[in-house]
């Protein structure tokens, strides 16, 4: 590729609408451009980099027997109401009609589809497993589509579905996308980490989250200092207190404790710890109230309630709810409650300890309160939101926070969509069975971005080599010169000969515009060729990533940056 003719139209300053390094950077290395909220044009460089992660991606793939096809991005609302999810995502769904009046979504996801049409042509045990995959485009209104390719409103995603015979079949095809993912992101010199997820809406029982670990990643993570358990904070257990049975307290007491609605307040004004109290929360499930128990200083995990609840359809009571119901805001309480509610707890509250508790009254807490003694409890349950210092639910080593993108999920869906979209199999008894699932997605531009965000400095991207969009540039000091043209034009067709993507900086630019532009683009070698160079007879090769300069004999210093591009 010859600079002067490739499109690639860098920035200078930093676009005030990019938040993130990686989107700053996307724009100002001209990889992609804006068209409207979360959906974008891919550039050529852009589009190199995005091809190679979908080669890295395919590879794997195919060694685990899978095989791609490529299914419509327009889907007939029929599937999606057979499987009850056509309402369920709401505004984020992108619907249309044809011009008969048929309803059609873009797709977000592919399930509906892959199941109908296995479920179609599959009759057999002799046809599974199944492994089918595709790398297309998928559309989520979302609220607020940010931070580039991160968030988009269409992006490419490749998603994989297994069918098996049975639950053993799905183990087996969810450790092999396991270890294909583990492969594929290590080949796009991204570091990784699976963690423990919650299923969310999409059902299934099990699954995990690729994270690339960054400060700037939407998603929270707590990982073990001494052992491999990760999880989202969504999902992450906490172990159950040890039982502590204290001395019997003293029974529970009002105490005045005027305007204290909060944890805090109420802690504050008793001068007592937070641990010392409980947050008596009211949710409004199916109309009913139900009230949730944690300790002040825990935070409520709703992915656990809902988990409890069988239904994600609830919500914090508001002020109306919580008064209708008899309830005082800011007092709530569970010993004596103006009405009989379901009380649930966080198993931390299982100790045995006493706590304040609100008393249902304005004004008024109550204090020696012993869960268990003082009031019923429904369920002890882990509900907590794991934090940073917590125990290693596995190991009981101590749980480290951070931030994580999510580039890809594994998901094992049972035969939730098999049963819904009837996709069964003859076995060799002739027994008619539902087929087993599994569904595997990676955000494609995601990994690009994350890829960025992981590898980054001040002068712009830093390009693990599998994926950059070039592995040399060749930058000319001054092209116009008859030797220093010679001499690139030489090295460049011998690297280009040899099968390396190799840009020639062949613009009448200064020479330090061209140097920002090869660090901002993130080519991760360039060769100089400069007066200085050519009087010792050497050539200069800087390496990004380290920032190391080697001097490089002219003559063999094609031979010598082969062998070095093969040797990493
Ligand atoms: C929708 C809309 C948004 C959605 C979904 C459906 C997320 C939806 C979950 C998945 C699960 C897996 C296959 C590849 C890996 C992920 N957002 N999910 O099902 F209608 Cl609007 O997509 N699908």
Known sequence: MLMSQVFVPTLREVPKEAEIPSHQLMLRAGLIRKNAGGIYTYLPLGLKVIQKIEAIIREELNAKGSQELLMPIIQPAELWEQTGRWEIYGDEMFRLTDRHGRRFCLGPTHEELITALVGAEVSSYRQLPLRLYQIQNKYRDEIRPRFGLMRGREFIMKDLYSFDRDEAGLEESYQAMYEAYTR?????GLETRPVEADPGAIGGNSTHEFMVIAETGEAAIVYCTECDYAANVEKAELLPPEEEVLPTEALPEQVFTPDTKTIEEVA?????????????L????????????????HILNEFKLAAYLGTSTFRLADDDFITENGFITGYVGPVSPPKK????????????GSYVVGANKEDTHLKNVVPGRDFEVEAYLDLRQAQPGDLCPRCRGELKGARGIEVGQIFKLGTKYSEALNATYVDEEGNSNYIYMGCYGIGVGRTMAAAIEQNHDENGIIWPLPIAPAQVIIVPVAYHDEQQKEIADR??????AAGFEVILDDRDERPGVKFKDADLIGIPYRVTVGPKGIKNGVLELYERKTGEIRELPIEGADRAIESLLRSV
């Open 184 to 188: 594929i992101f290590q080949r796009c």
């Open 491 to 496: 090295l460049y067709h011998s690297l280009m």
């Open 341 to 352: 509610v379901r009380v649930i707890a966080d198993y931390a509250l299982k100790s045995g």
């Open 282 to 297: 009211l949710y409004e499930v199916e109309g009913e109230p139900v009230m949730v128990l944690v300790r002040g200083d």
């Open 268 to 280: 504050n004004f008793l001068g007592l710890p937070e641990s010392a109290t409980i947050k008596s």
